[in-house]
């Protein structure tokens, strides 16, 4: 079975060494997609101090930019939103940020109700409060 590496030229640039999918047979995996912003470090939402570190964020620009980011990694690779068969979710502040974060899931996912998994992690490769791993066909 042919396992074909997908990057899209449209959504952030991967932090390591990973592509934004792969395509085997008609499921295609996305790796893990946050807010960012491609060509660039800034991510919406976050203001970050001198030192680095999260000043503040704002969840919900995060969450409308995740989004963003997963449809065009899928469209780019021949997919699209309603093709969404299973989301995992990572958010660092489960108590803070699940209503907001479920509410807007809730809206983006009104037309196609994937499986979803959401857990709480103590941080991510980036200086950001959400990240998903998606699962689509093609």
């Not at 990973?18 to 491609?38: D, M, T």
């Not at 203001?47 to 930019?65: N, R, V």
């Not at 509410?103 to 037309?111: G, I, M, P, S, T």
Request: glycine residues 6%; aromatic residues 8%; neutral net charge.
């Amino acid at each position: 079975m042919s396992k074909e590496i997908l990057n899209s030229q449209k959504a952030p640039e991967p932090v390591g060494a990973y592509p934004h999918a792969r395509k085997v047979g008609n499921l295609l995996f996305l790796s893990g997609v946050g807010p960012r912003e491609r060509g660039t470090k800034k991510i919406p939402g976050v203001e970050l101090s001198e030192d680095g570190t999260i000043a503040s964020y704002d969840i919900e620009k995060q969450c409308h930019s995740v989004f963003n980011n997963v449809k065009t990694i899928l469209e780019d690779a021949g997919s699209s939103w309603a093709n969404i068969v299973d989301v995992t979710v990572f958010l660092t502040n489960m108590k803070d940020d699940f209503k907001t974060y479920n509410r807007l899931y809730a809206e983006y996912f009104k037309d196609n109700q994937p499986c979803r998994t959401t857990m709480e992690i103590n941080c991510l490769p980036t200086p950001i409060g959400i990240e998903l791993k998606v699962i689509a066909t093609i």
